[in-house]
């Protein structure tokens, strides 16, 4: 076993070692072949390949010191306008040496830009397009502003193939010295639902406990990880113990940090799947939505989701009343 | 219902009374002193702090003695008329049915110069000719008006207890409530009252009854603001308001902003709109609210504030329809704002983390923190050599990996491989 983060050890290198994102890849590679890359939007859930996806295309293009001629910013950690007016200028507008003309700025998480930043971004793109191209990762490509957008050659990452995801969980096990059982790999899927990050973390996480990686232990490495137990708190909400249900609400976002979308959609999931007649989950649907879209213009995202546990426990009590009668 | 402790709790007999044990003492050899005939002074004047037990102390003996106690106070008129009208009953020591009098003047700081006009002059023509005990009682003794009267009376001192003696009270009432409190609770409130016992059985019942534990953390936020008495008040303008305006005026009440007011109200509504409708709306008020918070933030608008104000007081009271206003449900101080900064450090432990494997992982320092960091807890947990490799790969410090491993035995594992 090798003592690195495995997601970063299996990263794949070159374009070559990609063997995910086919149609993707092969444009990519064109680009390398031209020696000319435009600015590009790479869209699409985590773990899917797209900073990988840079950086191989990167290191095709400059060669193995390709670090000299790329930087990577998160926006999510620097998403301020300050950044693009400092950062991103100074880096854009001067020329690269070598065979390639043009630096590549890689901006990842792109869609936590703020409006502003992403305005300012739209001069700097024009205006040093000659020194230097953008690509630009980001979830939803409907978070970046238009001009950006029409600006960019956009790629859409989809999750890998299922086949693809076993046959490379089961290539890093083979590597690793590990035992992973077929219900073991199953079970990643299920709990990563494709993001390929996720999942070699899991299994690192699952090899470090030193035994054969079956289900079981694969599900028990998910519930640590993820604390958000959305199910519980649906539950206890249900069954009228609202305070409660608040406090596992207050510890997912304060002590785990999980998102407030992510919660509401782990909700919405849920909804269908719990046991209520069957013309409450659309009422409890809209009941979610309604939230959902509060959460986006509203300024605390626990008093929002709470307002959403409260209704559920007088759903609940309604349910109750209406079996009675 | 609610029913305040400081009544339940109120000393019936002088034994129970706290502190000043020589002033009391002085008082009660006074009153006795009547069965002799009538002594030099008849009147004696006590004086002290609020809540330092003097009322309390005129009550107790005259139940020790079986004496009947007539009682003025501020709240009665106090005009020359009204005192004189007392004469009669100050001009027998015994009452018709043989029992022992006793007359009390309480809050003599109460009298005001236009309304309780002649009161004072009146009190003094009373107190030459009594023949009964007369008890004046005020704060301040040497308020120039008193002059005349004070050198008719004997005068008595009740100085602040305490804070152990204070803190001796507050036990025995959390012992008679079934409260298991924390010594340190305890003192911090017997402390803060600063001598002021009626306060401190306030401040004690606000906090703890209908709790089975009282814990330092439950009393210390007590510390940030003086004046927690009015937040209480201002706490049940808004969630036992009947009308929208009387709600709202709640908000000018308040010491703290709106914000903090807020935090009150999401934390206590919950508890006290115990009905499912009710407590949806009164929710669905507060998340109304935040939206509009929500909307000033994109906006700067500020004047977009009261609208805010509106769906946090009016909106919250008008969530009323169904729960009974019966029962005592203590306030709390917002439990979010306690964890928020309990977590504070963590949170900042975990970015430090985060930053570290934003070197090397190609992922926001933010999103490492939150998505790669749990997993790595578990190897660290689970797998000292790994642990240490990774520490190695990532530089972590060993408050880091400490973090991380969450325990001594496991840190000292890691650091052993790591040599």
Request: proline content about 0%; glycine content about 12%.
């Given at each position: 076993m090798s003592f690195e983060m495995w997601a970063e050890k299996y990263r794949p290198k070159t374009l070559d070692d990609m063997v995910n994102q086919k149609e993707i890849v092969e444009r990519l590679k064109s680009f390398v072949k031209s020696r000319n890359v435009p600015h590009c939007i790479f869209a699409g859930p985590p773990g899917t390949g797209k900073t990988t996806a840079a950086l191989c295309l990167a290191r095709d293009l400059y060669g193995e010191a390709y670090r000299e001629h790329i930087m990577e910013l998160n926006a999510s950690d620097e998403r301020g306008i300050d950044v693009v007016r400092e950062t991103v200028k100074t880096f854009a507008r001067v020329r690269s040496i070598g065979e390639v003309p043009f630096k590549i700025m890689i901006l990842d998480e792109a869609d936590n830009m703020t409006a502003d930043a992403q305005q300012a971004l739209r001069r700097t793109m024009e205006r040093y397009t000659e020194t230097c191209r953008f690509i630009l990762c980001a979830?939803?490509?409907?978070?970046?502003?238009e001009p950006i957008q029409s600006r960019c050659a956009p790629f859409r990452f989809t999750h890998l193939p299922r086949e693809e995801h076993d046959k490379y969980l089961q290539y890093i096990a083979q590597k690793e010295g590990l035992k992973l059982l077929d219900d073991g790999v199953n079970a990643i899927y299920e709990v990563c639902s494709g993001d390929l990050r996720r999942a070699i973390n899991t299994l690192q996480a699952a090899a470090s406990l030193g035994k054969p990686i079956d289900a079981k232990t694969v599900y028990s490495i998910a519930g640590k990880a993820n604390p958000a137990d959305v199910q519980k708190m649906i539950e206890t909400a249900m069954k009228g113990n609202f305070l409660e249900a608040r406090k596992q609400l207050r510890d997912m976002i304060q002590k785990y940090g999980v998102a407030g979308s992510d919660i509401i959609r782990q909700i919405h999931t849920e909804i269908f799947r719990t046991e209520v007649p069957e013309p409450w989950k659309i009422k409890l649907a809209d009941i979610v939505g309604e939230i959902d879209y509060r959460l986006v213009e509203g300024a605390d995202e626990e008093v929002q989701l709470s307002a959403l546990l409260a209704r559920l426990v007088e759903a609940a009590h309604e349910m109750k009343d209406a079996k009675k009668v | 219902m609610y029913f305040p402790w400081t009544e339940k709790y109120k000393p019936k007999t002088l034994k129970e009374v706290v502190g000043n044990p020589d002033a009391i003492q002085k008082f009660v050899e006074w009153v006795k002193s009547w069965d002799k005939g009538v002594p030099k002074k008849r009147a004696a004047f006590i004086y002290g702090p609020p809540g330092t037990g003097k009322t309390v102390t005129v009550e107790a003996l005259a139940n020790d003695l079986k004496m009947e106690l007539v009682e003025k106070n501020a709240s009665d008129y106090r005009t020359e008329e009204a005192v004189k009208r007392f004469a009669g009953l100050a001009s027998q020591y015994g009452s018709l049915f043989g029992t022992k009098r006793i007359i009390l003047f309480d809050e003599l700081d109460g009298l005001t110069g236009t309304a309780d006009k002649g009161g004072v002059k009146a009190i003094t023509d009373i107190i030459k000719t009594a023949q009964c005990p007369i008890v004046l009682v005020a704060n301040n003794a040497y308020d120039p008006r008193f002059i005349n009267i004070r050198n008719n009376c004997l005068l008595i001192e009740f100085k602040k207890p305490s804070p152990t003696e204070v803190l001796k009270h507050l036990k025995g009432i959390c012992q008679k409530e079934g409260i298991a409190a924390e010594e340190n609770a305890l003192k911090f409130i017997a402390q803060r009252s600063e001598g002021d016992i009626r306060s401190a059985v306030n401040d004690l019942q606000a906090l703890?009854?209908?709790?089975k534990r009282l814990t330092y953390d439950d009393v210390?936020?007590?510390?940030?603001?003086?004046?927690?008495e009015t937040i209480f008040t201002v706490m049940r303008m808004i969630l036992y308001g009947k009308t929208c305006e009387g709600a709202k005026r709640a908000v000018d009440m308040a010491d703290v902003d709106v914000d903090m007011l807020f935090e009150w109200i999401y934390e206590n509504a919950p508890a006290h709109l115990t009905d499912p409708h009710d407590l949806a709306r009164a929710m669905d008020a507060l998340s109304m609210a935040d939206v509009y918070r929500g909307r000033i933030r994109n906006t700067q608008d500020w004047s977009l504030m009261r609208y805010v104000v509106d769906f946090m007081t009016a909106g919250v009271a008008m969530a009323?329809?169904?729960?009974?206003?019966s029962g005592w449900t203590p306030f709390h101080f917002p439990e979010r704002i306690q964890a928020l900064s309990r977590t504070r450090e963590e949170r900042a432990m975990q970015l430090e983390i985060g930053r570290k494997l934003k070197r090397r992982c190609h992922i926001s320092a933010k999103r490492a923190s939150k998505e790669v960091l749990p997993y790595l807890r578990i190897i660290f947990k689970n797998n000292a050599e790994m642990a240490a490799g990774l520490s190695k790969w990532l530089d972590l410090n060993m408050e880091m990996i400490e973090y991380l491993a969450g325990s001594k035995e496991k840190t000292e594992a890691i650091s052993r491989l790591l040599g």
């Open positions: 979830n939803y490509s409907g978070k970046i502003i | 703890a009854q209908g709790k210390s936020w007590l510390g940030y603001r003086d004046r927690q009323r329809v169904n729960t009974k206003t």
